[in-house]
């Protein structure tokens, strides 16, 4: 149960009636996004419009790199008329216990606004908070354990740092606790930002390591929600390759120069757009890498976009037979391979897809990021299995002993 | 100043300053869309959950057709337990003297909650009751003429009959005035639906010719936001050509079997993201072809999406030298054009574009539709200059003497 809430859907995913997959239709599906987003360069100075003048605000923010590259300098400065509370420190999974100080602070402090400037993190980091201000429990871990939606909380912004995961346009939020190992997602219609700044210049600071995670996650967000079956969702299948072949024009272009404002912005409205809840509608979804790719995350400390690279190829060769279609439309689509029958040209797709990762500087094996992952396989089948899940994947056809294996392939 | 409210923008569409367009780069923008969008067969039902239960709500209707296909039995069947008041008769482009009646029904019956049940034209006309309802001025009329934002309207929904408008998910509308001969668009951040339902069952009973306009208008939305000057928004130039390409795949399915649910799906939802903000920000815009063929409208009583048939490949041609990157890049991607310099596919892809058109049997002269085209150039370019433009489109090169050209050469 928690995982499938990891999946920052913007509302409660419809699976596939039996109906539906019989007749191969476009799934019934409701929409709405109301995040405000401000795009482009100098567009921080406007969050002052957006937050109402009586705040006070909490600045929640990650290891300080803000102070370096001149995003904090203009926030303080955007905010000069506004009460202002610091809390920094939110670390890339954000912690639990981290985010409780924080949430002292809140209520010690009476803040009623919660400006993140960050990535996906702090941002993630924030809804928790915003959802936290408000819950009238005891426990604000039971809105993760529990899968408790969050109807209304405390009004936030975001002001992107890390272009990535999407967070900055959608509900959703991944939470860790390293007491008990545990890394848990939570939502609900409460916990959109009321606006999302999306300033490109900030790309130019960001080290190369994090733009391949960023791009790799993007794309694998884009995977996702499209490789399953076919059901004839011509537009929603198009919108996904044009952010898969955007984000591979952009990808070198990105690495070698990301201080170009084209480049850069391109490679932001990518993120953004990835995972904002649009393509995933009336369509089946997958995100059985994301659970595969989390446990490895808790277990290993592996980059999340890096757990998502070395588990999707896998995950695709093993289901080939179930996904070979919509592989195949990939591949010619974005790749432009048309030699082959279906499954040669899914098969070249799947390597095309490794490869593009391993161009980003991205291992896609466990075993270039930790030696001791003898028994990882088995760990990560247990684990899933642990948390209620029976199977996984738009067939409900990732079962214990599935993810078992291509765990285990991806050594 | 009227036509350029007439663009279904959702916040003012900034023109690129001098500095962007030296050096090409994406526009600053804001995107916002709160429109809560409920897909598929069978949501008209949910529309009792999402009006509040004490509303009296007036349902805004067109001709009729809806009591013959069985969409407003479903509508009453669903609000069963609201208090409605029925307004019927909306024409194809909503006559403010007839609004001005349904206005008279909302004040003395005490409505507060709109219900569209129609196509564009009914949507737009309910987007002006919402404003009008709480307008404070002497004359409704005054929001057209004097460009009046609508901050807060009356909340209002839609359950969409007729694909084409893209009205549904945006906030910007058309009133026609026939004792005056204007035709003047009004638009604001009040003028969002609070829902609508896109059902694609309602596609099987649509007559031909409508099918036929609702692809023309959609295809020219998006070639009104698409075909200016690169400027390396390359995500928004690629959902420009998702929504082309897959118009242009579905078509010929859709008027050959209206009545298939995957095909009217994906036309219905083509028609949605064509116009509801998405694919303008961050790009020129130029909507000039509209501009143009309002003016056809009011002249000559053709169908709206038919003056856009006329108007664009004139228009292209004329501008060729402005637009042959864009051109060409469409050519290319859309249209499979390979062969040839720049130029010769920018005149191709202008052909193409205009075949699409006939295929669809929509003729593309004005001497298809009119005998009494003598002086029609002329009254255009009049007319347009008359209500104060000096220059349409993204270079504001559309001069009166341009308009003139371009009409001319529809003759």
Same mark, same amino acid.
């Given at each position: 149960?928690?995982?499938?809430?990891?999946?920052?859907?913007?509302?409660?995913?419809?699976?596939?009636?039996?109906?539906?997959?019989?007749?191969?239709?476009?799934?019934?599906?409701?929409?709405?996004?109301?995040?405000?987003?401000?795009?482009?360069?100098?567009?921080?100075?406007?969050?002052?419009?957006?937050?109402?003048?009586?705040?006070?605000?909490?600045?929640?923010?990650?290891?300080?790199?803000?102070?370096?590259?001149?995003?904090?300098?203009?926030?303080?400065?955007?905010?000069?008329?506004?009460?202002?509370?610091? @809390? /920094?420190?939110?670390?890339?999974? !954000?912690?639990?216990?981290?985010? =409780?100080?924080?949430? *002292? &602070? $809140?209520?010690?402090? #009476?803040?009623?606004?919660?400006?993140?400037?960050?990535?996906?993190?702090?941002?993630?980091?924030?809804?928790?908070?915003?959802?936290?201000?408000?819950?009238?429990?005891?426990?604000?871990?039971?809105?993760?354990?529990?899968?408790?939606?969050?109807?209304?909380?405390?009004? @936030? /912004?975001?002001?992107?740092?890390? !272009?990535?995961?999407?967070?900055? =346009?959608?509900?959703? *939020? &991944? $939470?860790?606790?390293? #007491?008990?190992?545990?890394?848990?997602?939570?939502?609900?219609?409460?916990?959109?930002?009321?606006?999302?700044?999306?300033?490109?210049?900030?790309?130019?600071?960001?080290?190369?390591?994090?733009?391949?995670?960023?791009?790799?996650?993007?794309?694998?967000?884009?995977?996702?929600?499209?490789?399953?079956?076919?059901?004839?969702?011509?537009?929603?299948?198009?919108?996904?390759? *044009?952010?898969?072949?955007?984000?591979?024009?952009?990808?070198?272009?990105?690495?070698?120069?990301?201080?170009?404002?084209?480049?850069?912005?391109?490679?932001?409205?990518?993120?953004?757009?990835?995972?904002?809840?649009?393509?995933?509608?009336?369509?089946?979804?997958?995100?059985?890498?994301?659970?595969?790719?989390?446990?490895?995350?808790?277990?290993?400390?592996?980059?999340?976009?890096?757990?998502?690279?070395?588990?999707?190829?896998?995950?695709?060769?093993?289901?080939?037979?179930?996904?070979?279609?919509?592989?195949?439309?990939?591949?010619?689509?974005?790749?432009?391979?048309?030699?082959?029958?279906?499954?040669?040209?899914?098969?070249?797709?799947?390597?095309?897809?490794?490869?593009?990762?391993?161009?980003?500087?991205?291992?896609?094996?466990?075993?270039?990021?930790?030696?001791?992952?003898?028994?990882?396989?088995?760990?990560?089948?247990?684990?899933?299995?642990?948390?209620?899940?029976?199977?996984?994947?738009?067939?409900?056809?990732?079962?214990?002993?599935?993810?078992?294996?291509?765990?285990?392939?991806?050594?």
């Amino acid at each position: 149960m928690d995982l499938i809430n990891s999946i920052p859907t913007i509302e409660p995913n419809g699976e596939p009636s039996v109906l539906q997959i019989i007749q191969i239709i476009m799934l019934n599906f409701e929409l709405v996004n109301p995040v405000k987003i401000l795009f482009g360069k100098g567009e921080i100075a406007k969050i002052k419009k957006h937050i109402p003048n009586q705040a006070k605000v909490l600045l929640l923010y990650g290891k300080g790199s803000i102070k370096k590259n001149g995003i904090y300098d203009q926030v303080v400065s955007a905010l000069s008329d506004h009460a202002i509370v610091e @809390f /920094g420190g939110i670390p890339a999974n !954000p912690e639990y216990s981290i985010l =409780m100080k924080a949430l *002292s &602070v $809140i209520k010690n402090e #009476e803040i009623n606004f919660i400006l993140a400037v960050g990535g996906g993190s702090v941002i993630d980091g924030a809804k928790f908070l915003s959802s936290a201000a408000l819950f009238e429990g005891e426990e604000p871990w039971d809105i993760l354990t529990k899968g408790i939606r969050t109807e209304k909380g405390m009004p @936030f /912004g975001t002001v992107l740092t890390l !272009p990535a995961t999407g967070s900055e =346009m959608n509900s959703g *939020s &991944v $939470i860790s606790r390293k #007491e008990t190992g545990q890394k848990l997602g939570m939502g609900g219609p409460g916990l959109f930002p009321k606006f999302s700044v999306l300033d490109p210049t900030v790309v130019a600071s960001i080290p190369n390591r994090q733009l391949a995670n960023g791009i790799t996650d993007a794309f694998t967000h884009v995977m996702e929600q499209y490789m399953t079956y076919p059901i004839g969702a011509d537009l929603q299948d198009r919108f996904a390759e *044009s952010i898969m072949s955007s984000l591979i024009d952009t990808a070198p272009k990105l690495i070698d120069n990301p201080s170009d404002y084209t480049i850069a912005s391109n490679f932001m409205w990518c993120c953004t757009m990835a995972l904002n809840g649009l393509i995933q509608k009336g369509v089946p979804n997958d995100w059985a890498i994301h659970a595969m790719g989390h446990e490895l995350t808790a277990l290993h400390g592996i980059d999340h976009a890096r757990t998502l690279a070395i588990i999707a190829p896998r995950h695709y060769a093993y289901f080939l037979e179930n996904k070979k279609e919509k592989l195949a439309q990939y591949g010619e689509r974005v790749w432009n391979i048309t030699e082959g029958n279906i499954e040669e040209r899914a098969k070249q797709a799947i390597e095309k897809t490794e490869s593009f990762f391993h161009s980003l500087d991205i291992p896609t094996r466990i075993s270039a990021y930790t030696n001791d992952f003898k028994n990882t396989a088995e760990k990560v089948s247990t684990a899933l299995e642990s948390r209620g899940w029976v199977a996984l994947g738009e067939h409900k056809a990732v079962t214990p002993d599935a993810v078992k294996e291509i765990v285990e392939a991806s050594y």
